[in-house]
Structure formats: C-alpha cells, structure tokens
C-alpha cells in the first residue's frame, strides 16, 4: 500500500526537477568539498613556484600551509556569503528563478580556476573557489526549499534528500577524477578544478521549461493561473483539490502575506523552538566532523598508516558508500521518518568518532579507516540531507526564507570552523580531537530525540501546530493571529484571491 501510494505521486516532472536542480547545484557542492583533496600537493607547488617568480623567494612550510588552507575554507567563506541573500532572491525571483539566475556565477568561477596558471595568478584560484562557495552557499538552500514546496507531503522527504544523494555523488565524482590516471596529474588540475561548469550548462539549459513553486505562486505572487498550471504539470492526473485547500489554510493561518525579516524571524515567538532546532541541527550537522573526514581524507589515511599509493583508491572507495548511504536514506526516510534518520545517524557517527580516538590511540590503523567509513556511511543516511528538509517542513511560506538565511549562514559558518581549525585542532590535540565531534554529535542525537517531533506526512499548518504548546501559544491563538494581523485575509474570511483559484480548478 506504502508503495502504491508512494510511486502513484512520483510524477515523471516531479522527478526530472528534483534531479535537474540536484545535478546544477547540489552536485557541484560536493564536487568542490572533495576537489582540492588530490590536487593539495599540485597547487602548492603552483603558488610556490609563482611566488619564486614574482618575488625570488619561495614560501615557507607555514606561510605554504596558511595559503592552501585559505583556499580551502574561502570556499566556506563564500558559502557563508551567499546564504545570506538567500531570503531576498527567493522573493524576489522565486525559487527556480533563483536556481537559473545564479548558474552565470559557476561560469565565472569556472573561467578564473581553468586559467590561474595561464596567468599565473594564485589569486585566481582563492577567488574561483569564493565565487563557487558563494554559488554552493545560495543553491544549498535554495534546492530543497524548491523541492520541498512541489512536492506532495507524502514525497517531501523523499525529494528533499535527493539533492543529499547528489552531493554524495559530487565527492565521488571528484574522488574518481582524482585518481592519477585521470585528472590527478599535475598539468590536469586546473582543469579539474574548472569541470564544475559542465553540469550547470544542463541545467541552465533545461530547469527554464519547469514551472516555479505552487505555493510561491499563490501564496506570494498570488498568480492564481500560473499556480494551476504548476500543480497541474506536477500532478499529472492526481486530484488537487486536497492541495488547493490545504494551500488555503495555510493562507489562512500566516501571520503575514510578507516575507519575514530575519531579524522578525528571532524576534516571533510563535517559531521560537523551530528556529532553534534549525540551528541545532545545522551547527551540528557541520561540527559533527564530516568535513574534517572530507577535507583532509588522506591526511587521516596516511597518519592511518595506509600506503601513500593506496590513499587514493582506498578514498574512492569511500566515496562510493557515501552514495550507497544516501540512496539508502532517501528510499526509506518515507517509511522509517525523519527522527530515526536523524538521531540514528548522529548516534552512529558518534560511536565512530570515539572510536578513531581509541584506535589512533592502540594503534590499530584498520579499526580507524572503519569508523572514517563509519562516520561517513552515518552521515549520508541522515545528517547529510535531514537538516535542510526539516527547515522547510517547520516554517510556513512566510518564515521560510528568512529561516533558510539563517540555517544556510551557521552552516557555512561552521563548515569553515572547522575546515580552518581541525589541522590545528588535529596537532594540539592529536587522537583525542575526535572526542570533541563525539561530544556534539551526542547532544544533537538527544536534543532531536527528546524534542523534535516526527514530520512525515505532515502539512506545513500541522508542523506548526505541533510546536504551539512548546513555544507557548494555543493552537487557536496561533491560527487566529494569522488573521488578524491580514486585514485583507480577515476581510475575505480567510481566502482572498483563493476563493478564484477554488471555482477555477472546480471549472
């Protein structure tokens, strides 16, 4: 029954959109975290080398490490940067508007990485990989609040980790054209490091047919035909009315018809514990150690003790049970729900992290290459995707964007925390680091188990209802103040210009 219901939804343009905007976003966020893994010794080599030219003098082993780890986390840098435009872009353009406006940064970003050692400019490459970040840091938010808004509730959260599944994939593909018999030699990795234009190129060219979000339509822009024609083209023969209504209600219960402010955001207290539990889980998502186990892969092999030439492959491999993982938590998240994701996944991680130390500690190199799998695999089933869906099923259409603004910005935030600090975390103190993403991970396991409430299956009204005790507001007051604060909803009972959009649809 699960599946009828299920593949019955699944439209064939529900899917095409999901992997078109995951394939020319969420891809290329992945591809860039694992890109300059294989290169590292290439590229230093290029601003050693440049740095002779210019200055006669080469660079020391710290300034060398200073500048490579600047080009690492400038990539954070500007993920950081462009999560903060995200609540104005998705007013202003919309959600798809936003996802093909923004592909000319990847032209860009491309064109200064592709010819850095033509023109022998470092600098090229530090801000190849800002103008990316800034590109990842918008479409990272942008995508699954897209998807989240097509998709019926019943495929919420099976579209919103397929860009998860997609970023999974961008390591791998980085990992694969890493290896020394492709890209991973040393006059192929500017080169390498430019690919990141292919996949938007298709997107760019096909995303334009798609329609924008339904509820952006109606809820925002009040475009009552285009917002038909959308459900329409995602629903195939489905009956929409449920929809319509539920739309309505929505309507009916948002406090304004105006996107709110971030500053709006923290200051309502009808959403106080959602914004919380977004900023949980994002911090925590990044200081979990992921990107400590992504940036430096073969740091944490060699010190392994894994052969130098076996790095490489034993990397790949890893990357291929990230998208095995991912698969595995996009296809069971409708049935299993999205706390069991969550609080499995942190829990798993954390045991892994705990157990590095122990192993790194007794010497025991291949109890520490398991829990990096470990680590990696407990990710991408639930951590990897399960923050960024959340953030949209807690937050009706009027706090989404702000609520996005915010999730994306602590993400970034801590993704270049830890992308700067754990080589110094790492040397200061040596096995025993591990211990502080097991601390965290076991926090974020236990604040979701013990306050986070189940979405699947739920509307956005229903999700919102679910916190009103918690944040201290009857569910009638919340409901009402919706309302009340919208003369023009007030007015009309409630419907507004949805009242057309119901006849229309009956017609």
């Not at 397929?162 to 390591?171: M, N, Q, R, T």
């Not at 699947?456 to 944040?471: D, H, L, Y």
Request: proline share 4%; net charge positive.
């Amino acid at each position: 029954m699960f599946l009828i219901r299920f593949w019955s939804s699944l439209t064939k343009s529900l899917l095409a959109v999901a992997f078109l905007a995951s394939f020319g976003s969420s891809m290329l966020y992945g591809y860039n975290l694992a890109v300059v893994n294989s290169p590292a010794e290439y590229i230093k080599a290029f601003y050693n080398q440049t740095m002779v030219a210019r200055n006669r003098t080469g660079l020391d082993d710290k300034t060398l490490t200073l500048f490579y780890s600047v080009t690492v986390s400038v990539f954070a840098i500007g993920g950081m940067v462009g999560s903060l435009t995200v609540g104005i872009l998705v007013t202003r353009f919309g959600r798809k508007g936003t996802l093909v406006r923004i592909t000319c940064l990847v032209f860009i970003a491309g064109a200064f990485m592709g010819f850095s050692r033509t023109f022998g400019s470092p600098e090229m490459i530090i801000v190849g990989r800002f103008i990316t970040g800034v590109h990842s840091g918008i479409s990272l938010s942008v995508v699954p609040m897209y998807l989240g808004e097509i998709a019926p509730k019943n495929l919420r959260g099976f579209l919103g980790l397929v860009p998860s599944i997609f970023i999974c994939l961008g390591v791998f593909i980085a990992q694969i054209l890493g290896l020394h018999e492709l890209l991973g030699k040393e006059e192929h990795w500017p080169l390498f490091l430019s690919l990141v234009v292919i996949p938007t190129m298709f997107q760019l060219m096909l995303l334009p047919w798609f329609p924008e979000s339904p509820r952006y339509l109606l809820l925002e822009k009040r475009n009552v035909h285009a917002t038909i024609t959308a459900l329409k083209w995602y629903r195939s023969k489905v009956n929409i009315q449920a929809e319509i209504e539920e739309m309505q209600e929505e309507q009916r219960s948002m406090s304004s018809v105006q996107t709110v402010s971030v500053i709006g955001l923290l200051k309502d207290r009808s959403v106080r514990w959602q914004v919380i539990t977004i900023v949980v889980v994002n911090i925590g998502m990044q200081l979990s150690g992921i990107d400590a186990i992504w940036f430096y892969t073969n740091t944490i092999f060699e010190n392994a003790g894994i052969p130098v030439p076996q790095i490489q492959y034993t990397t790949v491999g890893t990357g291929a049970i990230e998208v095995i993982a991912g698969c595995v938590g996009c296809f069971t998240i409708e049935r299993l729900g999205r706390r069991p994701l969550m609080i499995g996944g942190f829990t798993f991680m954390g045991i892994c992290c705990a157990g590095i130390t122990l192993s790194l500690m007794f010497q025991s190199h291949y109890i520490s290459v398991a829990c990096v799998v470990g680590i990696i695999a407990g990710f991408c089933i639930g951590p990897a995707g399960v923050p960024f869906l959340i953030t949209a099923e807690l937050f009706k259409q009027s706090h989404r964007p702000a609520a996005y603004t915010v999730a994306g910005c602590l993400n970034w935030l801590s993704n270049f925390t830890i992308g700067f600090v754990f080589p110094f975390l790492q040397m200061s103190a040596g096995a025993y680091c591990y211990l502080v993403f097991f601390g965290v991970c076991t926090a974020v396991a236990a604040y979701v188990f013990f306050i986070v409430p189940e979405t699947k299956n739920k509307t956005f009204v229903e999700i919102s209802q679910m916190f009103a005790a918690r944040n201290g507001m009857l569910e009638e007051e919340s409901s009402e103040l919706g309302v009340a604060n919208n003369p023009q909803l007030a007015k009309t009972n409630g419907y507004g210009a949805v009242c057309l959009f119901s006849s229309s649809v009956l017609i």
